[in-house]
Nanobody
Framework: QVQLQESGPGLVKPSQTLSLTCTVSGGSITADYWHWIRQPPGKGMEWIGYTSTTWLSFVGSTYYSPSLKSRTSISRDTSKNLLTLQLTSVTPEDTAVYYC???????????WGQGTQVTVSS
């Protein structure tokens, strides 16, 4: 069973960059799909993006939500088996619980991290 643990600062100032880390155990990030999803207070889940590895290459590929693409970057450190999420130019609307999520494919999410609260406020 894959286990995921998010970490990062709980408070970020407006216009700064939000940076989160997801440490993965019980599975390798060089396979399958690894998503970031968030839930703003009082709202539903919002998909941010994912990184994956195709069978053709060990180079990871990424895909982002069109609404966040211009501000989002997902990267990975295969030596440490961890993922990172960066979201630039944050506003209070980026306040949310951020989740790291594993998917074996077909947009089926089978393992979730516990989530980390991020508040954007001055």
């Amino acid at each position: 069973q894959v286990q995921l643990q998010e970490s990062g600062p709980g408070l970020v100032k407006p216009s700064q960059t939000l940076s989160l880390t997801c440490t993965v155990s019980g599975g390798s990030i060089t396979a399958d799909y690894w998503h970031w999803i968030r839930q703003p207070p009082g709202k539903g889940m919002e998909w941010i993006g994912y990184t994956s590895t195709t069978w053709l290459s060990f180079v990871g590929s990424t895909y982002y939500s069109p609404s966040l693409k211009s501000r989002t970057s997902i990267s990975r450190d295969t030596s440490k088996n961890l993922l990172t999420l960066q979201l630039t130019s944050v506003t209070p609307e980026d306040t949310a619980v951020y989740y790291c999520v594993h998917s074996p494919g077909s947009w089926y999410f089978d393992s979730w991290g516990q989530g980390t609260q991020v508040t954007v406020s001055s």
